[in-house]
């Protein structure tokens, strides 16, 4: 590991569970005890990419689809659309519409997995608590209708997924050219059937949210909050989008730095920096450099680089939630708040587009062969903006392939908001609970997901060192056991 | 780890292995929900991610059950746990989960106890642990009924589908393990890790 010619006391945190990833994150203090810069390291080689080269494109749905446990959609319909764009095809528009509904109930059980099995705990058991009991167990015991209900709007969100794609994860539905089978009336009603008590939880929950936020003002001051840029797809009248659009950044005032980029041009506006102590890439925004260029994808980007979400409830609480900023929201904390909103508004949309009056048409696939060796797949996953970019020979077999994931684009704004949280809360050169839970915290904040990893039992408990100038250790802390031994 | 949501007494309770000898359970006294529905049925849940190597063991076995015993157990293959498969739990008679594992000899089959205990949170993880999904289940629905994981030592982890050829071997005795295992709740409630075929050194090694 490269320390980068860092010098005194380093922390080191190995936060590392059973299957995602191999993650640590180390604190690099200066001569004066101060958080100097922190790193959130990904050790575990994404080696999906160089996986994928020497099939065919046609595949790549269904491969790239098993590549995540949690977002299994998001990589679906980015491949897709990739296949899409190297047929140089326009699907029907019916196919365009039962994806952007599969996307939306991707988004809300994934965000309502984050919000209630990962960061719920954090928030409504207390950020100090002993980590023993600050966890699922205790939100049972505490909250067992915020946990129910979390789970339901998973249930529902997988649901609709299974009811168009046929499984519930890992559906090779979507497909170049457009989806594989059609939405039957039947369908339609069970999913709308479904969506009153979707809406009425989801209400619930950002109204909740609202109410709690004045006790964590400590944590809105210091989990990320800093300026960064935004980065996110757009409808073209600057409106929310999770499927299709064009990018539009955003500055930390709120004012638009560029508008309606080409996705599939994302190599001109976007540059990728490689670490040596991380195979995590760090893309940063390149006309302003790196790492000037840091930008912030996902939730809180989208609510901040949108005009309006475009449905009635998700628009009122867009309004509000963009008074918790001058210009663009700034803190990290208020991806969770951001979250719920666009479950809201998922659960609308996913509403508004089931009633379009072609929704069950059976023309949902066009036909067509290879018509390019080069193209970029795009659109909103729950962590942000995902891009797929192929090359392929005369036989569409792919030669090159590289997945600009949205764990990776925040790659430099989590390491700010870890340095952040751990310049407030460390005091002296012991570790504690206090700190190690917010920045744990505030790391999830963004929901990093590195589930591409292996889920082998007996797998890496946390692990916190701490060690002095001259290498020795000077403290050390570990937490639960990940796995069986 | 710190008891948190009880499923009956925590103290070990005698049992016999399949030989007759008297034996001591090694986890939680399974619990008997006074409310079990008549019909419930097994519940075998394989998981692991596909492309990575031996990392999918734990779904072939969860698949082959699936194939040579239909009408024993129902079966889901995931690539992880999530906290919805908490209902299906909550639903099922008894679960067993299957899993690869890192570290140990290629082709090491263990059968443990889940126990429903408290784990410290999971950090970062999307990752629902078995513990956890038993908490959910009894906790939200109701009912957590007897699980065991069944986990095979993995031999390579790399990118690809297929399993290792002594991996591959060992899915054959994990699935002869459930099967008896499955059976033998039946009749009685035996010392699990008795019931796991050995494991010879020699195929273990090979």
Redesign the interface.
């Known amino acids: 590991m490269a320390d980068g010619g860092l010098t005194s006391r380093h922390i080191v945190i190995d936060p590392v569970t059973r299957i995602e990833g191999h993650a640590k994150i180390t604190l690099h203090l200066d001569d004066s005890g101060r958080v100097q810069d922190a790193r959130f390291h990904v050790t575990e080689f994404r080696g999906f990419e160089k996986f994928c080269e020497g099939r065919s494109f046609r595949e790549m749905p269904a491969i790239t689809s098993r590549v995540c446990g949690i977002c299994p959609v998001s990589h679906l319909l980015a491949s897709a659309k990739t296949g899409d764009a190297l047929l140089s095809v326009q699907i029907p528009a019916t196919a365009a519409k039962l994806r952007r509904i599969m996307n939306l109930a991707q988004i809300m059980q994934s965000h309502a997995l984050s919000f209630f099995h990962l960061s719920a705990p954090d928030l409504y058991l207390g950020f100090g608590g002993d980590p023993n009991a600050r966890n699922i167990f205790g939100l049972i015991q505490q909250k067992p209708e915020l946990a129910r209900t979390g789970i339901r709007l998973r249930q529902i969100g997988q649901r609709i997924i299974e009811m168009l794609g046929g499984k519930r994860i890992h559906s090779a539905w979507a497909a170049p050219g457009g989806v594989t089978h059609p939405l039957d009336g039947l369908q339609r009603d069970a999913i709308l059937a479904m969506l009153p008590e979707a809406l009425r939880i989801s209400q619930d929950v950002v109204e909740d949210f609202k109410r709690q936020l004045p006790n964590f003002s400590k944590e809105i001051e210091s989990f990320g909050r800093f300026p960064s840029l935004f980065l996110g797809l757009v409808t073209p009248d600057g409106g929310i989008e999770h499927y299709d659009g064009r990018i539009r950044v955003v500055d930390e005032n709120g004012s638009i730095v560029a508008d309606q980029l080409d996705p599939a041009k994302y190599q001109e506006f976007l540059a990728e920096k490689v670490e040596s102590w991380s195979y995590l890439k760090s893309p940063y925004y390149r006309s302003m450099g790196y790492p000037t260029g840091m930008y912030r994808v996902g939730p809180l980007a989208r609510l901040n680089i949108a005009d309006r979400c475009g449905t009635p409830r998700a628009d009122a609480e867009h309004i509000e939630f963009r008074q918790h900023g001058k210009g663009a929201v700034l803190s990290s904390f208020h991806y969770h708040y951001a979250r719920l909103i666009e479950i809201l508004y998922a659960v609308e949309r996913i509403e508004e587009l089931l009633a379009d009056s072609d929704i069950t048409d059976s023309r949902v696939m066009a036909d067509a062969e290879l018509n390019g060796n080069e193209a970029v797949g795009c659109s909103e996953a729950p962590r942000g903006t995902l891009f797929h970019h192929y090359k392929v020979d005369d036989n569409g077999v792919l030669t090159w392939v590289d997945l600009l994931i949205a764990t990776g684009q925040n790659n430099l704004a989590m390491n700010r908001t870890i340095r952040q949280i751990a310049d407030q809360f460390l005091n002296g050169l012991k570790l504690n609970d206090e700190m190690l839970n917010r920045i744990e915290a505030g790391v999830r904040a963004f929901d990093p997901c590195l589930s591409c990893s292996t889920h082998a039992v007996g797998k890496m408990p946390m692990h916190i060192q701490l060690i002095g100038p001259d290498g020795t250790l000077v403290d050390e802390r570990q937490r639960g056991s990940g796995g069986r031994s | ?2 008891p ?2 009880t499923r009956g007494s925590a103290a070990p309770e005698a049992g016999v292995d399949v030989d007759g000898h008297s034996t001591k359970s090694h986890g939680p006294t399974p619990l008997r929900d006074s409310r079990e529905p008549l019909h419930r049925h097994p519940l075998i849940v394989g ?6 190597g ?2 999918a063991i ?1 779904r072939r076995v969860a698949e082959r059950f699936a194939t040579l015993h239909p009408d024993m157990a129902d079966v889901l293959s ?3 746990l ?3 498969l ?2 299906s739990i909550s639903s099922a008679s008894e679960v067993v989960f299957v ?6 000899i290629p082709g090491n089959l263990r059968m ?1 106890w889940v126990a429903l205990e ?12 078995p513990e ?1 999904l038993l ?2 289940s009894s ?2 629905f109701g009912f957590a009924p007897d699980a065991v ?1 069944v ?1 095979i030592s ?1 031999s390579c ?4 589908t297929a399993l290792s050829p002594t991996v591959e071997l060992a899915g054959d005795r994990a699935v002869e393990a459930i099967r008896a295992w499955l059976e033998s709740r039946s009749v009685h409630r035996a010392d699990v890790s008795a019931i796991v075929p050995p494991c010879p050194e020699s195929s273990a090694l090979s």
Not at chain 2, 121 to 129: F, M, N, Q
Not at chain 2, 157 to 160: P, S, T, W
Request: cysteine-free; overall charge negative.
């Open positions: 780890m710190v948190l949501l998981m692991g991610q596909e492309l990575r031996d990392d734990g995931v690539t992880q999530t906290p919805e908490a209902e899993d690869a594992r890192e570290g140990g443990e408290s784990r410290p949170s999971t950090g970062l993880s999307h990752l629902t642990a956890e908490a959910y906790g939200l994981i986990t993995g982890f790399d990118y690809g």
